[in-house]
């Protein structure tokens, strides 16, 4: 983290609120749907009412997305199960298994592993920043042996998409 005006600057994920919110409205809504219907049935009871209440917690957990959160030289994934943390400034290897969806895989020197949905780097310039920061320090330090093909392509479609996005909202494309 930085330090900025006598506070700890620090970046997050600008839409984990919005996701959060939706988590708990999709979960609210299920257990009060599921409270009416049982309570119109007529089969409403003390036992069934904490079954969909426990139903209704587990789907919030569940659709709950991670919480990313960046500064100068670490990166963490947050769930409610839960807490990854890499330091980015001492990363050694970054992989991406699969296609297009596939998760960034990062591990650092201090033998910490970090999953992370690449969309969130993309949605969010200052994560992307403060892991580009991160990166350019392990490759000086010589730690980051694999993985810099990886996350040079990243970073192409990252800025291709930002391009887009600047051209669109300006009314260029």
């Known amino acids: 983290m930085r330090r ?3 506070r700890w600057v620090r970046a997050g994920d600008r839409h984990w609120r919005g996701s959060a919110r939706l988590a708990s409205s999709c979960a609210a809504l299920f257990g009060t749907m599921s409270l009416l219907i049982d309570w119109d049935a007529g089969s409403l009871s003390l036992p069934r009412a904490l079954l969909w209440l426990g139903l209704s917690a587990a789907l919030f ?3 709950l997305p991670a919480r990313v ?3 100068a030289g670490w990166l963490a994934v947050r769930s409610p199960w839960h ?3 890499v330091r980015t400034d001492a990363l050694t290897t970054v992989r991406r298994y699969g296609g297009v969806s596939s998760p960034l895989v990062l591990h650092d020197a201090h033998g910490h592993r970090l999953e992370l949905d ?3 780097l993309a949605a969010n310039p200052l994560i992307w920043h403060e892991l580009d920061t991160g990166v350019r320090r392990s490759i000086e330090r010589g730690t980051l042996l694999h993985g810099t093909d ?3 392509r990243l970073g192409q479609r990252i800025d291709e998409e930002t391009m887009r996005g ?3 909202e300006s009314g260029l494309q």
Request: glycine share 4%.
């Open 69 to 71: 959160t960046a500064g």
């Open 61 to 63: 957990t569940v659709l």
């Open 83 to 85: 807490r990854q943390m």
């Open 118 to 120: 690449p969309r969130v």
């Open 150 to 152: 990886v996350l040079r």
């Open 166 to 168: 600047v051209l669109r």
């Open 4 to 6: 900025l005006d006598d």
